[in-house]
């Protein structure tokens, strides 16, 4: 067995590190709508608009992370 390189094992990490962010942004969202949800049932519309917006920013990040993972897979298997 080779030994891993040092850039393979760099790439490695920010793919575990940016893997880890997208589950707590993804846990995040889910929060964000469950307290929405409640919101919108409570009566309360006016939390729905700025829970709509934050969760759009939130997709966007995620997104953009993938984006990234999925560059620096493309990188390494080269």
Do not use: F, H
């Not at 759009?56 to 992370?65: F, I, K, N, S």
């Amino acid at each position: 067995m080779k030994p891993a390189r040092y850039s393979d094992r760099r790439g490695l990490t920010a793919i575990d590190g940016a893997n880890a962010l997208i589950a707590i942004l993804v846990l995040v969202q889910m929060w964000l709508l469950s307290a929405a949800v409640e919101a919108a049932l409570a009566g309360s519309g006016q939390a729905t608009l700025p829970a709509v917006l934050a969760s759009g920013v939130l997709t966007a990040v995620c997104a953009g992370l993938y984006r990234y993972v999925s560059r620096i897979d493309r990188e390494m298997r080269g």
